[in-house]
């Protein structure tokens, strides 16, 4: 005679449990594609129409974390957005994770697309990555934003380094991936948790989301070796700056409030001749996840040119 007070009584609690928030999707116009280029099989995600814009993720998540910012752009853009090689969906090559070479998969990306020249909008290793794309073909971009995180070798990188918050730059030796395995989540807690302003803004579904993106089979190498390659990436970019000089291409350098707000600046006046800066207010690292609507109303006009 219980069963069904019990039915009924489940059924009541489910509708007063509000569902379980999603990562926010991309709109459904955009289409996925795999771009084989460079030794790497890349994940990308291509919508809209217009002048086209790249958006480069960086660690701890994937090319998911900009759909806000897609779907902004997408109005007047065609919209390119990569998962990094060995991260999200794309491949997990044994090597060429210093970002010179994963320069050259964005290009491979863009010249598979026919897309001769683009914005970039880059957060974390992305912006790393987005250096050397700039540098290696400044033909190639109009306008770029880097989104608080530094440059291997450039400004004051050595200074950063000694930062204790920065521990995971130099986490490494034969037990690394041993040591993570299985526990994936145990470990991105730390960044999503430690880099936020608020840790609460980088939800569950969220973290559950790249958890099990950063579980699959090589991930978590492929993430290490991202930050392995940090002394060569700094010897690439002084090498970069010293033969060509800084970047001559407009540059918007966006901080978290709570992270490193106008040193983001700082950072690329050292490397640029034309930078404008920004602080994305009430947010720390997580930029898409804590204040996404003030994110995107910063990179909106200065890629309309305002």
């Known amino acids: 005679m219980f069963r069904p007070l019990l039915a009924a009584a489940a059924l009541l609690m489910a509708a007063a449990t509000p569902a379980a928030a999603e990562v926010p999707p991309f709109p459904a116009s955009f289409h996925t594609q795999e771009i084989t280029t460079n ?12 002048p086209a814009v790249v958006l480069l993720h960086g660690y701890g998540e994937t090319g998911d974390m900009w759909a806000p910012m ?14 990094l090689r060995g991260l999200g969906l794309s491949s997990k090559p044994a090597g060429g994770f210093d970002k010179k070479t994963q320069a050259e998969d964005v290009a491979g990306v863009l010249d598979s697309l026919k897309i001769a020249k683009a914005d970039l909008v880059a957060h974390d290793i992305g912006n790393m990555v987005g250096f050397a794309f700039a540098a290696q073909h400044p033909d190639r971009v109009r306008r ?11 400004g004051p990188w050595e200074e950063i380094l000694k930062n204790p918050l920065l521990w995971h730059f130099r986490f490494g030796g034969p037990d690394m991936e041993r040591l993570v395995a299985g526990r994936e989540r145990i470990y991105l807690d730390r960044f999503w948790n430690e880099f936020s302003a608020d840790p609460a803004h980088f939800d569950e ?16 190498h492929s993430g290490f070796a991202q930050f392995a390659a940090f002394d060569q990436d700094a010897l ?26 106008p040193q983001m600046a700082v950072v690329m006046r050292a490397a640029a001749t034309d930078v404008r800066e920004g602080v994305v207010p009430a947010s720390g690292h ?12 910063l990179v909106r006009p200065f890629l309309d040119g305002k």
Do not use: C
């Open 286 to 297: 997580w930029i898409m996840e804590e204040n996404p609507k003030a994110t995107v109303a």
């Open 39 to 50: 030794g790497a099989t890349i994940h990308v995600r291509v919508g809209g129409q217009g």
């Open 70 to 83: 897609a779907a902004d752009l997408m109005r007047d853009h065609t919209v390119v957005v990569p998962d």
């Open 144 to 154: 770029f934003v880097l989104i608080d995180a530094p440059v291997p070798g450039v």
């Open 236 to 261: 690439d970019n002084r090498a970069f700056l010293a033969a060509h000089g800084k970047l001559t291409m407009p540059i918007l350098a966006l901080g978290g409030e709570k992270s490193f707000g």
């Open 205 to 220: 579904a969220s973290r559950e989301h790249y958890a099990k993106l950063y579980a699959l089979p090589g991930a978590m």
